[in-house]
């Protein structure tokens, strides 16, 4: 199994912030890297697929990159709603596998 | 707007076996997209359990394979997962997920609100 590793596994910003968080794949994957983000108590939803596509709805303030083993999600201005916990996952072979998550605290 | 909505016991016992459903609404389960279960202990991280076709075809997660059934019923537009031989470390909160698959493209883009399953005496 492909073996995803995120960090920081927190991190405490503030509103307004630019914040990166990052996600390493144990070998290289191209660009089949979706990103998630989950709320408590609630689903994950979908944030990014291969690596830097927005889904419809997802605003621009998140932004993906990278390819092979390390990415990166990006986003540009925290807003009070983006306070979860962001999860990222390999769609290169099977099974999908998911990173341990990075969760986001409001400083 | 596709919604899935899982559905079962809350509560099975060890070495028992955990039976779930998944109802689809907003769209056809007989359409080109891998119906998916991944589950989550609780404070823990995502686990992909695996994924069903329209067609009955299946992959498991080589890690539970041996314990994973799932099915699907067209004529009620919903999919199953069973899981055997359960014990504590199966508790969990289990979704339901659709696959969505086009050239390159393979995420989990639609998600029930996921049900929590308690394995325990």
């Known amino acids: 199994d492909i073996q995803m590793t995120q960090s920081p596994s927190s991190l405490s910003a503030t509103v307004g912030d630019r914040v990166t968080l990052t996600c390493r794949a144990s070998?290289?994957?191209?660009?089949?890297l979706n990103w998630y983000q989950q709320k408590p108590g609630k689903a994950p939803k979908l944030l990014i697929y291969l690596a830097s596509s927005l889904p419809s709805g997802v605003p621009s303030r998140f932004s993906g990159s990278g390819s092979g083993t390390d990415f990166t999600l990006t986003i540009s201005s925290l807003q009070p709603e983006d306070f979860a916990t962001y999860y990222c996952?390999?769609?290169?072979?099977?099974?999908?596998?998911f990173g341990q998550g990075t969760k986001v605290e409001i400083k | 707007q596709v919604q899935l909505q899982e559905s079962g016991p809350g509560l099975v016992k060890p070495s028992g076996t955990l039976s779930l459903t998944c109802a689809v609404s907003?769209?056809?389960?007989?359409?080109?997209?891998?119906w998916t279960w991944v589950r989550q202990p609780p404070g823990k991280g995502l686990e992909w359990i695996g994924e069903i076709y329209q067609s009955g075809s299946t992959h498991y997660n080589p890690s539970l394979k041996s314990r994973v059934t799932m099915s699907v019923d067209k004529s009620k537009n919903q999919f199953s997962l069973k899981l055997s031989s359960v014990t504590a470390a199966d508790t969990a909160v289990f979704y339901c997920?659709?696959?969505?698959?086009?050239?390159?493209?393979?995420?989990?883009?639609?998600w029930g609100q996921g049900t929590l399953v308690t394995v325990s005496s």
């Open positions: 070998q290289s994957i191209g660009r089949y």
């Open positions: 996952q390999q769609s290169h072979s099977s099974p999908p596998t």
């Open positions: 997920a659709r696959g969505f698959t086009s050239g390159s493209e393979y995420y989990f883009d639609y």
């Open positions: 907003g769209g056809s389960i007989d359409s080109s997209h891998w």
